[in-house]
């Protein structure tokens, strides 16, 4: 089964473990998401160019496209090495930005991929039932909060595991650059 239920205590997300869980996700991206641009840094070096605190790892990314800046010294490097690297960057660093936004966040199933989702809530105005405009006349009597929820932007275990997985595909990437500039074997 893949109920919520199922992961005993989370089924409360109220309760310790479920916002332990929520807590543990908010935890990890934010240091995560600099381990990254340490590591574009770290490139850069090896590379022979500078580098400043306030070098990115989105700089190697063209974000329209979400492909690498094979213009850049990282994003050749990294597109010739992992291009799928791009890709799931800029995915992961929207989800960072929402949680970093302050974004209220929601346990999900399934219990074997069980993920943190981004809900949003907003006020809005009726007039005969219909959404109007704040500007727009409304009945001062409906006023309503909405609930706002979308499937991709749950944050699951997966992504944990692939984040943690494409962190490392790029120290390893580091660490031949590193062996190739010094000709270490």
């Known amino acids: 089964m893949s109920e919520i239920r199922d992961v005993g205590a989370l089924d409360d997300p109220t309760t310790e473990p479920g916002i332990k869980l929520k807590a543990m996700y908010k935890a990890l991206y934010f240091p995560l998401r600099a381990y990254q641009d340490a590591i574009y840094r770290v490139i850069l070096q090896i590379k022979g160019q500078k580098s400043g605190q306030k070098s990115s790892m989105i700089d190697a990314i063209h974000k329209p496209t979400e492909k690498f800046k094979t213009t850049n010294h990282v994003g050749k490097v ?4 992992c291009p799928e690297y ?18 209220n966040l929601s346990l999900h199933t399934p219990a074997d991929d069980i993920g943190i989702g981004f809900n949003t809530f907003d006020f809005i105005y009726l007039k005969n039932n219909n959404v109007v405009s704040k500007e727009d006349e409304y009945d001062e009597k409906v006023l309503a909060i909405r609930f706002s929820f979308t499937n991709e932007k749950v944050l699951r275990l997966s992504d944990v595991t692939k984040s943690l997985t494409m962190s490392s595909r790029v120290v390893d990437i580091a660490l031949e650059q590193a062996r190739q500039r010094t000709g270490a074997a």
């Open 86 to 103: 791009a890709g799931w960057f800029v995915d992961f660093r929207n989800k960072r930005n929402n949680i970093k936004e302050g974004i």
């Open 78 to 81: 990294l597109n010739d090495a």
